[in-house]
């Protein structure tokens, strides 16, 4: 089972820039689908981002309309790490951020996925 650990959050102010890493082990990371998901306070889970296991587009959108041309979402399956990349953020963009494996094509929905790291928080001031 693949366990999943993310990293890069903080406090930054609107337009800037964070790259959130996400750091997989006990699995086969390259068998994985992987996906970003977010989580604002009062808020349902939110499908942000997903890359296919070589890294190229999926059946499924690859964004959500809401971060299409602002987020970067990438691999390295040799450092069993995805990333995502987030520009010109803005108050929006707050929220927890989750990585998640699945072991299928993945998908659009929280229950597409089946494993899940701990998150990690990125605020946005205005």
């Known amino acids: 089972q693949v366990q999943l650990v993310e990293s890069g959050g903080g406090l930054v102010q609107a337009g800037d820039s964070l790259r959130l890493s996400c750091a997989a082990s006990g699995g086969t990371f390259s068998s994985y689908t992987m996906g970003w998901f977010r989580q604002a306070p009062g808020k349902e889970r939110e499908f942000v981002a997903q890359i296919s296991r070589t890294g190229r587009s999926t059946h499924y959108a690859d964004y959500a309309d809401s971060v299409k041309g602002r987020f970067a979402i990438s691999r390295d399956n040799a450092k069993t790490t995805v990333y995502l990349q987030m520009n010109r953020l803005i108050p929006e963009d707050t929220a927890v951020y989750y990585c998640?494996?699945?072991?299928?094509?993945?998908?659009?929905?929280?229950?597409?996925?089946?494993?899940w790291g701990q998150g990690t928080q990125v605020t946005v001031s205005s």
């Open positions: 998640a494996a699945d072991n299928g094509v993945g998908g659009p929905r929280s229950r597409d996925y089946d494993t």
